[in-house]
């Protein structure tokens, strides 16, 4: 088990170092706010922890040379993002660099235990690629609310049989390592915030369009969770008055009229009516369509496909238009596998939010796609468990 | 001018005796985690800035008696609150009890001269009865988006001339004393949370519905302003496609179809129309109607004013229940003026909310009428103005 850091300086110098990578430690100084000799005696018991290795002598700033320090380059961190339909699995080092990254289609609905044993095999190719030997820590994404500080997975609509499955202490016992469990939204818009396009921005939305609909609320560059874990759960708001029943029972929310299940139940529609005959060619190839045939239907300009990104992406912002209005952030970002439908989308997106927000709130608001495509989970998974295992214990 | 704390421990020391009253030395200690030393050393320098007085032996918890202590009672704050239609002024203490409060009805487009002339005068006049000499610091709230850190007004669509006016800056010279301004809304949330129904809990939402429709955010303990000022705007939310044409230049926006400008012209359409005759009658008496009217007609028994009442509830749940679903809050209060309406709108608006959002974000949601009526936006303008004089300058 790795070594935790004694008190809040340590925690802050391992932060510094885990996302401005290796620095002198008179730099770290500065920024630490540290004297020299405060500085030296933390940096010192973290070498002696072996959280921190000693990295040479860094470029003269004039005077006597410092010395370069980084985080332990043994250090391995696992990643793990289990979507509705697959499982991404990645390692990464203290610096959340990755090293390797899995994919695997599984269905969430094959339990905890099917899920759990995937994940670990997934996590034994990598340590037998050579990328770990052991993990100092794991995050683990789940497409449902999660009670934060168990890290149990609480009435998820999509998932059966996960409802209060104790995943953090199940798989930190697997692992035999630190385990947070987050909501799999907030974990990308920590990824994003990490290492994407969210980089210094401190109040944004996330939106994630994929099976379903969700958004990552970040509120003073921190995951803002709800008071029961929920926060972000908008595919049930209403963007229909009395529209298309959906599986919650309700009728009308924007998750029945879009996302990449009612993307792709709207494709099958408009074959059966005759209304493409690109979608139709490639259902009978594939025997199925899906979302990612709407976006490449798209692609080739089938005016069909085009409309139903088009409507779908008006039915989106006209609910993002509500929350710009109530949260006024200072990004939004636009991800998950849908983001294949990218221009098409985001256009459609824009319009309805610049129309419907007060001015005041969208007069320098950036609309966006994510940058990190499918790794934004893992990063935000890795992310979460390095905040937890650099602080004091 | 009052002298500021000079470190943290000193404006902890000043926050516990503004929100607990009168303590003694011990407890104090045990509250704010201070050794006795550092205690005394911090309580003494506060007595001799003036800021805190000594105030008699406490009662012995065995062992030597304690010295009790409190704020300054000759310590007064002014806590001003404009809204569209009349301006509230009280005066309070350091603990922030109300000791005088003047209400006086006055247009806010009467332009900010005009206003802060009214404000200044009704000031003087709670001086001359004696309740204060001079103010240690005021707070202001405004009816519309505030450049926080500046206390500038932003483009407030019901406040012609108030767009970029100091109102930090003149007030502060006019007063004498420091000044902070925020949005009216935010600071009955503030105040709720203060004294009124939504003490000690740290995530909730703050509905006021008046003039206009607005919400204040309150996350983590902290109101959530937004990027420019604007976050809780929510009276220009859609709430019915294609509905009424609201004065922002959209249709359908919730404020356009309920409100208490929205009430007032339905009530005279109702009249028009000859469906109540209870309405009618306040009409003849009164020469015009208001949303008191309406409350009044429905307190009577009024059917056509309970629809009315009923319908804006479920218009006002319909825009609730998204921001519920997004935000998960632990609590909603119901404030502002048309609480006169009270249980009719509060059970539509609980209806709606139940309904439409997911038992996960509703299965444990109060959602209360707010405790503090009118002096709501007072109390939170003396919170915010201690808040900053009780920190380290």
Chains 1, 2 share one sequence.
């Not at 993002?81 to 090293?99: C, F, K, R």
């Not at 494709?267 to 369509?289: C, D």
Request: with cysteine.
């Amino acid at each position: 088990m790795t070594e935790r850091p004694a008190n809040a300086h340590q925690a802050q110098l391992l932060r510094l170092l885990r996302d401005g990578g290796p620095n002198s430690r008179a730099r770290l100084g500065d920024q630490a706010d540290l004297s020299r000799s405060k500085l030296a005696v933390e940096v010192d018991r973290l070498l002696e922890t072996g959280l921190v290795a000693a990295d040479g002598l860094a470029a003269s700033r004039g005077g006597r040379r410092s010395h370069n320090v980084r985080l332990n380059p043994r250090l391995r961190f696992l990643g793990v993002d289990i979507g509705a339909t697959s499982v991404d699995v990645a390692v990464t080092n203290a610096e959340l660099d990755v090293l390797g990254h899995l994919n695997h289609p599984m269905d969430v609905r094959e339990g905890p235990v099917a899920v759990f044993e995937q994940v670990l095999s997934m996590a034994g190719k990598l340590k037998a690629a050579g990328l770990a030997e052991e993990f100092d820590g794991a995050g683990i994404g789940v497409p449902g609310p999660v009670r934060f500080p168990e890290g149990v997975p609480v009435s998820p609509p999509i998932m059966p049989g996960w409802d209060g499955f104790p995943v953090r202490e199940v798989l930190s016992q697997e692992l035999g390592c630190p385990v947070m469990v987050d909501n799999d939204v907030n974990l990308m818009a920590m990824g994003e915030q990490h290492a994407g396009v969210a980089r210094s921005v401190s109040d944004f939305l996330f939106v994630k369009i994929g099976t379903g609909i969700g958004c990552g609320v970040v509120v003073g560059g921190e995951v803002h969770r709800g008071v029961t874990g929920s926060a972000g759960d908008i595919g049930h708001i209403q963007a229909v008055p009395d529209g298309r029943p959906c599986a919650c029972g309700n009728r009308g929310c924007l998750e029945a009229h879009f996302s990449g299940a009612a993307l792709a139940r709207d494709a099958l529609e408009a074959v059966e009516r005759g209304r493409s005959a690109e979608l139709a060619s490639r259902l009978e190839t594939n025997g199925t369509l899906t979302g990612a045939d709407v976006a490449a239907a798209a692609a080739a300009g089938d005016a069909t496909a085009l409309g139903l990104i088009r409507e779908g992406g008006t039915r989106t912002g006209q609910v993002l238009a509500g929350l710009v209005s109530f949260f006024n952030p200072g990004l939004v970002v636009i991800g998950g596998e849908v983001t294949g439908l990218g221009h098409t989308l985001l256009a459609a997106i824009r319009t309805q939010v610049y129309r419907q927000s007060p001015p005041l709130a969208t007069g320098n608001l950036p609309i966006v796609l994510g940058e990190l495509g499918p790794t934004a989970g893992v990063i935000g998974a890795v992310r979460l468990i390095t905040d937890h295992v650099f602080q004091p214990a």
